[in-house]
Structures are given as C-alpha cells and as structure tokens.
C-alpha cells in the first residue's frame, strides 16, 4: 500500500492565535509547535490527534496559496497530507500515469520533511500533499 496513515489534515486560519483556544482547550488536543514555512508563505502549527495531526495554515502573505484560498473559500479544510516512504518513486509513478502534480520533485516542508503535492485537478477535487518524514514532521 502506497500510504501508510493520514500525517496529517491542513486547516486554513486567518489567526493560529485565534483559534488555537478552540483545538486545545475545547478539543483538548495537544499543541505540538509552530513555525514559518517562508518558501510557502504560512505560519503553522501542529497540534497532535492519536498518530494524525492537525496543521493550522495562516498566510503570511497576501501572495500565499493559503490566502488566496480563504479568499476564495473562505477558513477551512485545505489538504490532506498522506505519510509515504520513498516519495521520490511515488512522484515517479503518478507522473508516468499522468496525475498531475503541483510538484515533479520533493522539497522541505515544515520539520524538514520531504513533500510533494498533487493538483487537485487529479484528485476529484481534494489538495493532497505526500510526506516522508526523514525523523522530522511534515507540512
Ligand atoms: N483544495 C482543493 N481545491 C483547491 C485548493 C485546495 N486547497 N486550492 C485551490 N483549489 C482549486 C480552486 O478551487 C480552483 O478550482 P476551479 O478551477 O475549479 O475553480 C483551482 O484549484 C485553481 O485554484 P486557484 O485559486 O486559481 O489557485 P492556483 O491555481 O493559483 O493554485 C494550487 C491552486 C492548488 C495549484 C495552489 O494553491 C498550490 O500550489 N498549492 C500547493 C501549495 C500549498 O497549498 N501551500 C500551502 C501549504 C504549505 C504547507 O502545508 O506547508
């Protein structure tokens, strides 16, 4: 099987700040960190539920995916990040079968993982990102 768990769902906020009360305290979920992403022009945070996270997305920029994202659609649900080994042959595959990818090569997400997203034009819709963890997290 190509993934091995749900690494993590991407949330986009307007303010980690504001709404990091509602996941710790009302959820009860434990806030793992956060941290700017700079090439993608977020800030996000992790918060950990039983082996999946959470990642709050807020833009840093007006320029940023995810601001445009919120301004399309408003806060919510962004991506679905998919635990992989061996990303580089996944990419491999899905470009030799014609899936488009945002990304043709990984690169480092947050925690120094290695990522890579697929277009949502090729998923019926959903942002779904690959993750290899290289003992690090992912974005
Ligand atoms: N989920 C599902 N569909 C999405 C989407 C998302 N998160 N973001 C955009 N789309 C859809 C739009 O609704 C639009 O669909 P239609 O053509 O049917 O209207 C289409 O994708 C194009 O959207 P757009 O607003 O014109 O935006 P762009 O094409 O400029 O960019 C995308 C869209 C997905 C290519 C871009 O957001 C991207 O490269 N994303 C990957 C990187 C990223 O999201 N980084 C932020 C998180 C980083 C991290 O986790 O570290």
Same mark, same amino acid.
């Given at each position: 099987?190509?993934g091995?768990?749900?690494?993590?769902i991407?949330?986009?906020?307007?303010s980690?700040?504001?709404?990091?009360?509602?996941?710790?305290k009302?959820l009860g979920?434990?806030?793992?960190?956060?941290?700017?992403?700079?090439?993608?022009?977020?800030?996000?945070a992790?918060?950990?539920?039983?082996?999946?996270? *959470?990642?709050?997305l807020? !833009?840093t920029?007006?320029?940023?995916?995810?601001?445009?994202?919120?301004? /399309? +659609? @408003?806060? =919510?649900?962004?991506?679905?990040?998919?635990?992989?080994?061996?990303?580089?042959?996944?990419?491999?595959?899905?470009?030799?079968?014609?899936?488009?990818?945002?990304?043709?090569?990984a690169r480092?997400?947050?925690?120094?993982?290695? *990522?890579?997203f697929?277009? !949502?034009?090729?998923?019926?819709?959903v942002l779904?990102?690959?993750?290899? /963890? +290289? @003992?690090? =997290?992912?974005?």
């Open positions: 099987m190509m091995k768990k749900i690494d993590h991407g949330v986009a906020v307007r980690i700040k504001e709404v990091l009360p509602f996941y710790e009302t979920l434990t806030f793992l960190g956060e941290e700017v992403v700079e090439s993608q022009r977020v800030k996000v992790f918060l950990q539920i039983g082996e999946s996270k *959470i990642e709050l807020e !833009p920029s007006n320029e940023s995916a995810v601001a445009k994202f919120i301004d /399309k +659609r @408003g806060e =919510g649900i962004h991506h679905l990040a998919i635990g992989v080994d061996k990303i580089e042959d996944r990419i491999e595959e899905f470009i030799k079968n014609g899936i488009p990818m945002i990304d043709e090569a480092q997400g947050a925690g120094g993982a290695n *990522i890579a697929m277009h !949502p034009k090729g998923t019926n819709g779904v990102e690959l993750c290899e /963890k +290289r @003992g690090g =997290g992912c974005s």
